[in-house]
């Protein structure tokens, strides 16, 4: 079966998932809500596209197979580096948050929220020491999967 995206039955359940995000996640009707095409590789590609020039450096934590490959994508656009990485001890940590070496001058910070091949979950989330820097989080495996809340 074939459906359009311009057809009427296709709108009433893209704006049905829109309303049911707005509720679920409180956003505001100022925020559009965007429905992109791309996967793993896309939205690795997408974030330094949209957050940084090529020399600005950017950090990473890296605690599974899809962290290694963000770093990876991301040195294409940017200047990412590695401030932890799992992968020595078979990416089966996360790590004390106290103990990173933060680059002063990130644009951000970059984590897996959830590692689904190894199955290592952040279940705190670290905070950038640049106070203009972001925390960025692949949450396409937890999206939606628990409480949250914004400051």
Known sequence: MEMSHRGK?????IQKAESDLRTL?????NYSVLFLQGGATTQFAAVP???CKPDDPVDYIVT???GDKAVKEASKYCK??????????KYVNIPSFGSLE?????KYLHICANETIHGVEFKDYPVPTNENS???ADMSS???????GRE
């Open 64 to 66: 599974g197979s899809w």
């Open 80 to 89: 990412p580096k590695t401030i932890w990485s799992g992968k020595s001890e």
């Open 49 to 51: 596209l949209n957050l």
């Open 142 to 148: 937890n999206f939606c999967s628990k409480p949250g």
């Open 102 to 106: 933060q680059t002063p001058d990130a």
């Open 9 to 13: 039955e296709f709108l009433s359940i």
């Open 25 to 29: 996640l409180n956003i505001p009707e």
């Open 134 to 136: 972001l925390l960025i």
